[in-house]
């Protein structure tokens, strides 16, 4: 059974920074393309990024394109998502997943496994 634990959320004013971390437990963490997404109040869950098995390739959604960056340790199991120039509409309970596919998918259900979800608000 795969485990995915986010941490690092928190309130945040807007303009600051946040780094997200999830730690993957259970099967070879290597094995998986890694995304991150999240849900507003109200809202679908949304795509946000998403990091190939390497790390060598990495995709974001426009909205977030330029001012968050994922990337992954292998060795630590771990896919972080750092975030900056936060905006109020960042507001949301961030989730990671894994995925078996290839091809950085952005679709929810490309994703085989999903963590309980982090908070993330950030204050205007």
């Known amino acids: 059974q795969v485990q995915l634990v986010e941490s690092g959320g928190g309130l945040v004013q807007a303009g600051g920074s946040l780094r997200l971390s999830c730690a993957v437990s259970g099967r070879t963490f290597s094995m998986y393309e890694m995304g991150w997404f999240r849900q507003a109040p109200g809202k679908e869950r949304e795509f946000v990024a998403a990091?190939?098995?390497?790390?060598?390739?990495?995709y974001y959604a426009d909205s977030v394109k330029g001012r968050f960056t994922i990337s992954r340790d292998n060795a630590k199991n771990t896919v972080y998502l750092r975030m900056s120039s936060l905006k109020p509409e960042d507001t949301a309970v961030y989730y990671c997943?894994?995925?078996?596919?290839?091809?950085?998918?952005?679709?929810?259900?490309?994703?085989?496994?999903w963590g309980q979800g982090t908070q993330v608000t950030v204050s205007s």
């Open positions: 997943a894994a995925s078996e596919s290839y091809g950085l998918s952005l679709t929810l259900t490309a994703y085989n496994y």
């Open positions: 990091i190939t098995r390497s790390g060598g390739r990495t």
